[in-house]
């Protein structure tokens, strides 16, 4: 079970998330906050949460002071910033300071829920949205780069297949359907060639992939 804290100062954002999360089985709601000062005060001295669910623009203490905040105290929940800010500033300022994961509140339920998943099990998410803006901004420079030495990966033909359509922005759902297979078989593939290319969040990922060759 995946302890989770929410902070966000509007209650039916707040509320509406809580009762998407709570339908997943292996999440769980310990606590909620309004602002980055609740969030202190309820893991204060407590161990009891793994991923923190917040917001950027929220009183006394925002999103991104809350993340140092909690580094600086040496607290072990994780925290994923959910917002509707696609600035890459907020984007690497929060990675920078020690955030896990990066969402926007576009994001379809089944990626956040995902995200959260990849997060408690020790990776990084950067969801797919922000990823491609990104990825498109760097696109020209990053398919001159030339790899620094022969790819030594060996992906499977279905692994190559999902990458494409990781590639092309669709979801876990989306493949699933596409390529007739469970979620829960796409999500193996995914996090398979994650692991394979070590790469840090999607975005790496398909960049990663167009360097070397891997897809068009």
Same mark, same amino acid.
């Given at each position: 079970?995946? $302890?989770?804290?929410? *902070?966000?100062?509007?209650? #039916?954002?707040?509320?509406?998330?809580?009762?998407?999360? /709570?339908?997943?089985?292996?999440?769980n709601?310990?606590?909620?906050?309004?602002?980055?000062?609740? #969030?202190?005060? +309820?893991?204060?001295?407590?161990?009891?949460?793994?991923?923190?669910?917040?917001?950027?623009?929220?009183?006394?203490?925002?999103?991104i002071?809350?993340?140092?905040?909690?580094?600086?105290?040496g607290?072990? *929940?994780?925290?994923?910033? %959910?917002?509707?800010?696609? $600035?890459?500033?907020?984007?690497?300022?929060?990675?920078?300071?020690?955030? @896990?994961?990066?969402?926007?509140?576009? &994001?379809?339920?089944?990626?956040?829920?995902?995200?959260?998943?990849?997060?408690?099990?020790?990776?990084?998410? %950067?969801?797919?949205?922000?990823?491609?803006?990104?990825?498109?901004?760097?696109?020209?420079?990053?398919?001159?780069?030339?790899p620094?030495?022969?790819?030594?990966?060996? @992906?499977?033909?279905? /692994?190559?297949?999902?990458?494409?359509?990781? &590639?092309?922005?669709?979801?876990?759902q989306?493949?699933?359907?596409?390529? @007739?297979?469970?979620?829960?078989?796409?999500?193996?593939?995914?996090q398979?060639?994650?692991?394979?290319?070590?790469?840090?969040?999607?975005?790496? +990922?398909?960049?990663?992939? +167009?360097?070397?060759?891997?897809?068009?």
């Amino acid at each position: 079970m995946i $302890n989770i804290l929410l *902070a966000e100062d509007h209650n #039916v954002v707040r509320n509406g998330l809580k009762m998407l999360l /709570e339908a997943d089985k292996d999440l769980n709601i310990t606590g909620e906050a309004i602002n980055g000062q609740q #969030v202190l005060d +309820l893991l204060e001295g407590s161990d009891q949460v793994d991923v923190v669910l917040s917001d950027i623009n929220m009183p006394l203490v925002d999103g991104i002071s809350l993340i140092t905040e909690l580094k600086n105290r040496g607290c072990k *929940a994780k925290v994923i910033i %959910l917002t509707m800010h696609e $600035n890459e500033q907020y984007v690497h300022e929060a990675f920078r300071e020690g955030a @896990f994961g990066y969402l926007m509140k576009s &994001a379809k339920e089944e990626e956040l829920v995902y995200a959260i998943k990849h997060v408690y099990s020790g990776g990084y998410y %950067l969801c797919s949205e922000l990823a491609m803006i990104m990825l498109k901004k760097n696109m020209h420079s990053t398919l001159h780069l030339q790899p620094k030495e022969p790819l030594d990966i060996d @992906f499977t033909e279905r /692994e190559i297949e999902v990458l494409q359509l990781i &590639a092309e922005g669709l979801t876990n759902q989306q493949m699933s359907d596409k390529l @007739f297979l469970s979620k829960r078989t796409i999500e193996g593939h995914r996090q398979s060639l994650i692991d394979k290319t070590e790469a840090p969040n999607t975005a790496g +990922l398909i960049s990663f992939a +167009l360097r070397n060759g891997v897809i068009d």
